[in-house]
């Protein structure tokens, strides 16, 4: 397992209990060299982020028991693929993301001045 390091470089916090979410199901965006879809942003899912993302083919929707897998509504806090997170910010529908709960291994992928644009947790 990587280290518990947020974009920050400070420990990851937390990002969903309820959902119980992140790659382990650990509530944090924890990520290892298994999770290839790098579940590494912490993010609050919109009504319109989860249309897209079924109509792009990954329906966080509905609940999947055998992944240990809720279903999602919007207002949840869930870890994003950050590939995915990406992919809905090229199409305008990027959901609001919790930088200090967002794995640093995130930035392999998508920019850190691009995820404070989106930032739900700035001051």
């Known amino acids: 397992m990587h280290p518990s ?28 060299d ?8 912490c993010v609050e899912v919109t009504r319109e982020f989860l249309e897209f993302s079924r109509f792009r083919g990954n329906d966080l929707s509905t609940p999947r028991p055998e992944y240990d897998f809720p279903g999602l509504k919007p207002g ?11 992919e809905a910010h090229r199409y305008g529908m990027a959901p609001r993301v919790f930088l200090k709960g967002t794995h640093r291994r995130a930035l392999e992928i998508v920019p850190l001045e691009l995820l404070k644009q989106f930032a739900a947790d700035l001051n």
């Open 5 to 32: 390091i947020n974009v920050y470089g400070e420990p990851l916090e937390v990002c969903s209990e309820n959902p119980r979410t992140g790659f382990f199901r650990d509530c944090c965006c924890n990520t290892s």
């Open 34 to 41: 298994l999770d290839f879809g790098s579940h590494t942003v």
């Open 76 to 86: 949840d806090r869930w870890c994003l693929c950050a590939a995915r997170w990406l």
